[in-house]
């Protein structure tokens, strides 16, 4: 196993382990069952094409369009205030979401929409993987091996999360634990654009 292969592991986990939309998204998703090995596989392949863009020498993105930077932060600033209000507003309502177990209301079309935009619109997952994982890679001569260590770890990753989900859903069964989870959801969903407005 080519030696690049477990510093990209390693470097892609630790990056993507923190809380965030996209993983409060799948976290949801996988608690209800809902297109789970839809909305992991797109997560993942999604950061594999990051990643990949990021080794190829796609990081200098930012440097050459600077207005680049800017209208992905405060449009997916925009995108996180309106996905945050809607959980925020499951949570006061209730009903719904209380379910758990079998397909929601939403389609499959509906539900990859927004696990894309909550994806690409979030530039947080191009300074990590697109701007720091392609600058990591340039230590090392196996670029190719940090490149799939790295994919690995979102695979692993999105896998564990959306599937392991149904861990704790006898939890979820109870009244009220959706409403809990929903406010928590959509106030992780609103601090994450107050740091890409604020930062």
Known sequence: MPSAILPGFALGLSLIVAIGAQNAFVLRQGLRRDHVLAVVLTCALSDAVLIAAGVSGMGRLATLAPWFEPAMRYGGAAFLIAYGG??????????????????????????LLTCLALT?????????????????????????GFALGAAAASFAFFFSLGFGARLIAPWLARPGAWRVLDAGLGLVMWGVALRLIVM
């Open 120 to 144: 690409w619109l979030n530039p947080h997952v191009y300074l990590d993987t697109v701007v720091l994982i392609g600058s990591v890679s340039a230590q090392y001569d196996d670029r190719l």
């Open 86 to 111: 809607r959980n925020l507003l499951a949570a006061v309502r209730g009903g719904v979401a209380m379910q758990v177990a079998g397909q929601g209301a939403r389609g499959r079309g509906s539900v």
